[in-house]
């Protein structure tokens, strides 16, 4: 009798036991299409959300630069506005001069609606005009006494071996530099144009042939003869472009380009030095044995009263004894007037950020502003 009842429970068992294990399956394929939907509608959704927050940084990033851009119009006016007013001199105590903390847009613009109120809340402007030609241009170490003619000019050269030792570091690097110069000019497009020409008729000589600068300080040759002159330049050196470019030049590293990025630059032509607006260190390298305590404190009297043309300058010299003896100073590159300014403006929408550099050239005739150059700072 009990044989017989478990010879009927086993055929009635086994499939209640198959039927348990197909369900049990059924509910892990479930749960598995469930979560591998799952990870595919978050993965849909999370590439949705980025391409929308790229989206957004590309607006918010075109807004900062429209409105960076705004703000270099509006620095072009006021260095035009400043020329009208005095046209013949640049100092440190023009408007264009004056710094601009971080500030509103709104507070420029004021209120006109609220939709321009609470757009112009969330724009920040910062920025500052640097004079460029406070510092010494690398340009001027290739003077162009004639079309078709470029010369390393030994008065700038030597202007800029002072410099360097004044900075602690190799006078005789100047002499790699201008031949290196010479090398990148014969490449660019603007390798003959003259310099700025002197309103004052005081300083910066348009050249002549036989007169580099005033006075015969330039060579036909490409450089001076040294090793530094033949076989070493490559066959189409890279451009100067800025400061940085000295990393190119052998003998330079990066400490020493942080060194001299506070008084040395590039332009696109042959510039004087202001003399309102340079450094001690640009001053004592641009006078010849002039040292740098006298050039401080010729900077410390320029406060008071700045240079209204280089006959000031001239007697300021000769008050700090600084002059030498027969020193024409109408031969040295310097002037008090400027026509290249470096512009920078830091623009903050929201959470896009544009930090920018920008060379602007001024007209000395007509005043007009043009945009040189941009650089972005990452």
Do not use: C
């Not at 009208?84 to 613009?109: C, E, M, N, Q």
């Not at 609220?114 to 001027?140: P, V």
Request: glycine letters at 6%.
């Amino acid at each position: 009798m009990r044989s017989s009842f478990a010879s009927l429970k086993h055929p009635v068992s086994r499939p209640r036991a198959a039927r348990q294990r197909q369900r049990g399956a059924a509910i892990i394929s479930a749960l598995l299409v469930v979560t591998l939907s799952a990870i595919l509608v978050a993965g849909v959704l999370w590439r949705q959300q980025v391409q929308i927050r790229r989206i957004q940084n590309q607006r918010l990033m075109s807004q900062a630069l429209w409105v960076s851009r705004g703000a270099v119009d509006w620095t072009r006016l006021i260095l035009r506005s400043e020329a009208d007013t005095a046209p013949t001199v640049t100092y440190l105590g023009g408007i264009w001069a004056v710094p601009i903390a971080k500030t509103r847009l709104s507070d420029f613009l004021g209120k006109v609606s609220e939709a321009d109120a609470a757009e112009g809340a969330q724009t920040y402007l910062s920025g500052s005009i640097e004079d460029a030609q406070a510092r010494f241009n690398l340009r001027n170490l290739i003077a162009v006494p004639a079309p078709g003619l470029l010369q390393v000019d030994q008065t700038e050269t030597a202007i800029f071996a002072r410099l360097l030792a004044s900075l602690g570091l190799d006078g005789g690097l100047a002499k790699t530099v201008a031949v290196r110069m010479r090398a990148s000019l014969l490449q660019s497009a603007t390798r003959f144009q003259n310099p700025l020409s002197n309103r004052l008729g005081s300083a910066a000589q348009t050249l002549q042939p036989g007169n580099a600068g005033g006075g015969d300080s330039s060579t036909d040759q490409q450089g001076p003869q040294d090793e530094t002159s033949a076989g070493s330049i490559d066959a189409e050196p890279l451009q100067f472009t800025g400061v940085d470019s000295l990393l190119n030049v052998p003998g330079f590293t990066p400490d020493m380009v942080a060194r001299l990025r506070p008084f040395v630059t590039v332009l696109p032509t042959q510039t004087p030095v202001n003399m309102n607006t340079a450094p001690a260190e640009v001053i004592a390298a641009m006078v010849p044995g002039m040292s740098l305590s006298s050039a401080q404190t010729l900077v410390s009297r320029r406060q008071t009263a700045f240079f209204r043309n280089t006959s000031d300058v001239q007697l300021a010299l000769q008050g700090a004894g600084a002059l030498v003896p027969g020193l024409d100073i109408s031969q040295l590159p310097i002037d008090v007037t400027t026509s290249y300014f470096l512009v920078h403006g830091r623009v903050q929408y929201e959470r896009a950020e544009v930090d920018r550099t920008t060379l602007i050239y001024r007209d000395p005739l007509t005043h007009t502003t043009r945009v040189v150059r941009v650089s972005d700072q990452l």
